[in-house]
Nanobody, 126 residues
Framework: QVQLVESGGGLVQTGGSLRLSCAASGRTFSSYPMGWFRQAPGKEREFVASIGRIGRTTYYADSVKGRFTISRDITKNTVYLEMNSLKPEDTAVYYC???????????????????WGKGTLVTVSS
């Protein structure tokens, strides 16, 4: 079974950058599309970005396009989310997810993923 552990969250000022990592264990990881989701205080969980099985195809929420970049290193069983030009509205708990569907399908999903990490908190100060 796939297990996911996020790291890299923290406190950053507006306009700053952070890189989140999602380390995976499990023999099926390399065959799963991966995604990042977030949940801000008082709001529902939302899609952020997703990446296909081999890392060729990526999708982003409109709110982060041009600022965030998702990537993966198959050899290290790790998925990354590079976040630049951070804004206070990016403050949220960020969750890594894996699902055997497709990266595109993840854009329409906020739950029901096969596997979820426990999350890492990103706080952007104003």
């Amino acid at each position: 079974q796939v297990q996911l552990v996020e790291s890299g969250g923290g406190l950053v000022q507006t306009g700053g950058s952070l890189r989140l990592s999602c380390a995976a264990s499990g023999r099926t990881f390399s065959s799963y599309p991966m995604g990042w989701f977030r949940q801000a205080p008082g709001k529902e969980r939302e899609f952020v970005a997703s990446i296909g099985r081999i890392g060729r195809t990526t999708y982003y929420a409109d709110s982060v396009k041009g600022r965030f970049t998702i990537s993966r290193d198959i050899t290290k069983n790790t998925v990354y989310l590079e976040m630049n030009s951070l804004k206070p509205e990016d403050t949220a708990v960020y969750y890594c997810a894996a699902d055997p569907s497709t990266a595109q399908a993840m854009m329409r999903m906020t739950d029901g993923m096969a596997y979820w990490g426990k999350g890492t908190l990103v706080t952007v100060s104003s």
